[in-house]
């Protein structure tokens, strides 16, 4: 049997077996060996009756009535299916008395007169076989039951050990995989050294106990989805050289009562056996909600009880065991304060979306294992994808090797990134979707009120891209912008400027064609989030102050928020709508004064996007600085009013 072994760093070097199979358990299950030994007794036992019935040779029935006659017949046990007994007559072979098997016509009285009047020793009884009639009636029927039963918990997902398939579903990271460490994984740089300290803790405990700390319990890993939770587990079991448990919150949880604690006790009680090691629990809040919460009757649930048995179990191991606790969840927010306190979750590492920094060493990453064009710039790659996490830019690069592969190129050039990015951030083109002639004419112009008004506030960020060919679901067309740094705050200017640019659209259809349409939906509802925002949560209102009003759920790393709970009166509430409305309507005269200053660079614009369908944002600008300066401005204080 393969063994590993693991230095603890106090001298001593225990052997830990892993490679141990779970057919070798099975077979040592006492359970199974008294199950052997039965079926076993009763396969002998059948066999017996086969061979006794073997030495008995069959004769027909009318040679039995003869043997009768002739008094040959020494006694006969005779059944409603057989005849058995001894002949007067010896076997010439063993010189023993002959002993014969017929099957009578059918039982009658006649036959028992003819014996008794000829001194044949008989006697009736019924057909017991007793074994046969226990396998066909009791044994088969239950036994395909058993079988059907456990069929259908395998399929409902309940597998592993013991009848009710109570067992853990506990993954231990093999040795003979590749590994995966912290040179694999690009930025994160905070998280990895967080990560880095408890793997040395595994390594060499002295270290900390010399300076009479502790390695810390628990290490929960926070942050929005595909920013690397998971890989960054893998790559701690890669560098830790100890034995690494995986199981994924879900898989405590199943349909009989007790299963989710029993596999918790069995979980730690594993990990105590092959200490040093470490347990990793994917997709925490699945099972480490606050409790109280989703239980409609108020009771402890199934969840509750398997949290409760995790709580205690973190308490009470000892961290010299060297057994540390890995998690990972993007709803810290939702988790039992009870599983957050020290001593149990001693450590939070947060595993946010990179920087721009981060996001160039991802991109660099993954496009090693690229054919890349000379005109690849990973550099304005990472620029136009802010916000994106680690997931979406290997989805990007992916993206961008299927559309290399579609117009049958031998590399991935800037175009192939360009398109791929238009594809994640407004979805697939929709060449097929053909627009009118009266709405293509109407999307050029709400689009290149975007693009003007965002050229022209003062803190707009720079136009990349202008494009009126359908995508997704229902745009008809997009203008995005590339950001020139990365920014954590906004002021009350910016989020002004922001209104304008959602507004221009529908402000340039109704300057333009007298009428706005339904295109402008999501811009509005974007816009009108952004004034309640500065009203009821910035303090932005002059008549309300610096106050906050309504409490909102947020999901603070999923980027949701949830419904407000309302705690003002009447009367406030409608002084929000006014300021609310006060806002996107100073805003709405502004963007409608820029455009009808700019009214001949705004025809221009729409005539180079529906003549070329997609614009970038130098031609933007080359088209504002052909036709000069317009009217003159409004001063800068009155665009930030």
Same mark, same amino acid.
């Given at each position: 049997?393969?063994?590993?072994? +693991?230095?603890?760093?106090?001298?001593?070097?225990?052997?830990?077996?892993?490679?141990?199979?779970?057919?070798?358990?099975?077979?040592?299950?006492?359970?199974?060996?008294?199950?052997?030994?039965?079926?076993?007794?009763?396969?002998?036992?059948?066999?017996?009756?086969?061979?006794?019935?073997?030495?008995?040779?069959?004769?027909?029935?009318?040679?039995?009535?003869?043997?009768?006659?002739?008094?040959?017949?020494?006694?006969?046990?005779?059944? /409603?299916?057989?005849?058995?007994?001894?002949?007067?007559?010896?076997?010439?072979?063993?010189?023993?008395?002959?002993?014969?098997?017929?099957?009578?016509?059918?039982?009658?009285?006649?036959?028992?007169?003819?014996?008794?009047?000829?001194?044949?020793?008989?006697?009736?009884?019924?057909?017991?076989?007793?074994?046969?009639?226990?396998?066909?009636?009791?044994?088969?029927? +239950?036994?395909?039951?058993?079988?059907?039963?456990?069929?259908?918990?395998?399929?409902?997902?309940?597998?592993?050990?013991?009848?009710?398939?109570?067992?853990?579903?506990?993954?231990?990271?093999?040795?003979?995989?590749?590994?995966?460490?912290?040179?694999?994984?690009?930025?994160?740089?905070?998280?990895?050294?967080?990560?880095?300290?408890?793997?040395?803790?595994?390594?060499?405990?002295?270290?900390?106990?010399?300076?009479?700390?502790?390695?810390?319990?628990?290490?929960?890993?926070?942050?929005?989805?595909?920013?690397?939770?998971?890989?960054?587990?893998?790559?701690?079991?890669?560098?830790?050289?100890?034995?690494?448990?995986?199981?994924?919150?879900?898989?405590?949880?199943?349909?009989?009562?007790?299963?989710?604690?029993?596999?918790?006790?069995?979980?730690?009680?594993?990990?105590?056996?092959?200490?040093?090691?470490?347990?990793?629990?994917?997709?925490?809040?699945?099972?480490?909600?606050?409790?109280?919460?989703?239980?409609?009757?108020?009771?402890?649930?199934?969840?509750?009880?398997?949290?409760?048995?995790?709580?205690?179990?973190?308490?009470?191991? /000892?961290?010299?065991?060297?057994?540390?606790?890995?998690?990972?969840?993007?709803?810290?927010?939702?988790?039992?304060?009870?599983?957050?306190?020290?001593?149990?979750?001693?450590?939070?590492?947060?595993?946010?979306?990179? /920087?721009?920094?981060?996001?160039?060493?991802?991109?660099?990453?993954?496009?090693?294992?690229?054919?890349?064009?000379?005109?690849?710039?990973?550099?304005?790659?990472?620029?136009?994808?802010?916000?994106?996490?680690?997931?979406?830019?290997?989805?990007?690069?992916?993206?961008?090797?299927?559309?290399?592969?579609?117009?049958?190129?031998?590399?991935?050039?800037?175009?192939?990134?360009?398109?791929?990015?238009?594809?994640?951030?407004?979805?697939?083109?929709?060449?097929?979707?053909?627009?009118?002639?009266?709405?293509?004419?109407?999307?050029?112009?709400?689009?290149?009120?975007?693009?003007?008004?965002?050229?022209?506030?003062?803190?707009?960020?720079?136009?990349?891209?202008?494009?009126?060919?359908?995508?997704?679901?229902?745009?008809?067309? +997009?203008?995005?912008?590339?950001?020139?740094?990365?920014? +954590?705050?906004?002021?009350?200017?910016?989020?002004?400027?922001?209104?304008?640019?959602?507004?221009?659209?529908?402000?340039?259809?109704?300057?333009?064609?007298?009428?706005?349409?339904?295109?402008?939906?999501?811009?509005?509802?974007?816009?009108?989030?952004?004034?309640?925002?500065?009203?009821?949560?910035?303090?932005?209102?002059?008549?309300?102050?610096?106050?906050?009003?309504?409490?909102?759920?947020?999901?603070?790393?999923?980027?949701?928020?949830?419904?407000?709970?309302?705690?003002?009166?009447?009367?406030?509430?409608?002084?929000?709508?006014?300021?609310?409305?006060?806002?996107?309507?100073?805003?709405?005269?502004?963007?409608?004064?820029?455009?009808?200053?700019?009214?001949?660079?705004?025809?221009?614009?729409?005539?180079?996007?529906?003549?070329?369908?997609?614009?970038?944002?130098?031609?933007?600008?080359?088209?504002?600085?052909?036709?000069?300066?317009?009217?003159?401005?409004?001063?800068?204080?009155?665009?930030?009013?």
């Amino acid at each position: 049997m393969k063994k590993t072994k +693991f230095n603890l760093g106090n001298g001593k070097k225990p052997e830990i077996e892993l490679n141990k199979t779970t057919s070798e358990k099975f077979w040592q299950n006492p359970n199974f060996t008294f199950w052997i030994y039965l079926i076993f007794i009763l396969i002998s036992f059948q066999f017996y009756q086969r061979y006794q019935q073997a030495r008995q040779q069959e004769i027909p029935y009318s040679e039995f009535l003869t043997h009768v006659q002739n008094q040959e017949v020494a006694e006969a046990v005779v059944t /409603d299916r057989l005849i058995t007994g001894t002949l007067t007559l010896s076997d010439e072979k063993t010189g023993q008395p002959r002993r014969f098997i017929t099957v009578p016509l059918m039982w009658n009285n006649d036959l028992a007169m003819t014996l008794e009047k000829q001194g044949v020793k008989y006697s009736v009884r019924q057909n017991t076989n007793w074994l046969g009639k226990f396998l066909f009636n009791w044994v088969l029927p +239950f036994g395909l039951l058993f079988l059907f039963w456990g069929w259908m918990a395998k399929r409902m997902g309940s597998m592993g050990r013991g009848m009710l398939n109570i067992g853990n579903k506990i993954h231990i990271h093999p040795n003979n995989l590749p590994k995966v460490t912290f040179d694999d994984v690009a930025g994160a740089e905070e998280a990895k050294q967080e990560l880095k300290e408890s793997v040395d803790f595994l390594k060499d405990p002295s270290q900390i106990q010399e300076l009479g700390g502790r390695m810390p319990k628990g290490v929960l890993m926070v942050g929005p989805p595909g920013t690397g939770k998971t890989l960054l587990a893998r790559a701690v079991a890669g560098e830790s050289e100890v034995p690494f448990f995986s199981i994924s919150g879900s898989e405590f949880i199943e349909m009989f009562v007790g299963v989710g604690a029993a596999r918790v006790r069995e979980l730690f009680e594993q990990a105590r056996q092959k200490a040093p090691c470490i347990i990793f629990i994917d997709e925490l809040d699945a099972i480490g909600r606050s409790r109280g919460i989703g239980s409609p009757m108020g009771g402890h649930d199934e969840r509750e009880q398997t949290l409760n048995q995790i709580l205690s179990e973190m308490d009470g191991f /000892d961290p010299s065991t060297g057994v540390v606790v890995l998690a990972a969840t993007n709803r810290p927010e939702i988790l039992d304060k009870a599983l957050l306190r020290a001593g149990r979750f001693d450590r939070q590492v947060l595993v946010d979306k990179p /920087d721009l920094r981060d996001r160039k060493a991802i991109l660099k990453l993954h496009a090693e294992k690229l054919e890349m064009g000379d005109d690849v710039d990973l550099a304005v790659v990472a620029q136009r994808t802010p916000g994106f996490t680690g997931a979406d830019l290997e989805n990007i690069c992916n993206e961008a090797a299927i559309q290399a592969l579609r117009r049958k190129g031998k590399a991935v050039t800037m175009k192939d990134f360009e398109a791929a990015i238009d594809r994640i951030i407004a979805g697939p083109e929709k060449k097929h979707r053909a627009l009118n002639p009266e709405e293509k004419h109407r999307v050029a112009f709400h689009e290149s009120g975007h693009a003007l008004v965002a050229e022209t506030v003062p803190t707009g960020e720079p136009v990349h891209k202008v494009s009126i060919i359908p995508r997704g679901i229902a745009a008809l067309g +997009f203008t995005l912008q590339l950001p020139v740094e990365e920014k +954590f705050l906004s002021t009350e200017a910016e989020l002004n400027d922001q209104i304008a640019i959602l507004l221009a659209g529908r402000v340039a259809e109704e300057i333009v064609f007298g009428d706005i349409s339904s295109g402008a939906a999501n811009d509005l509802e974007r816009a009108s989030e952004i004034a309640r925002s500065m009203i009821t949560r910035l303090g932005m209102s002059k008549k309300l102050g610096p106050l906050t009003y309504g409490k909102h759920q947020e999901l603070q790393y999923l980027g949701i928020q949830g419904q407000e709970e309302r705690n003002f009166s009447e009367a406030t509430a409608q002084i929000i709508d006014e300021e609310t409305r006060q806002i996107v309507e100073e805003q709405h005269q502004r963007t409608i004064d820029i455009l009808t200053d700019k009214r001949k660079v705004l025809d221009a614009l729409a005539a180079r996007l529906e003549e070329k369908e997609v614009i970038s944002g130098e031609e933007v600008k080359e088209v504002i600085g052909s036709i000069g300066p317009e009217v003159e401005q409004p001063e800068e204080a009155a665009l930030n009013t």
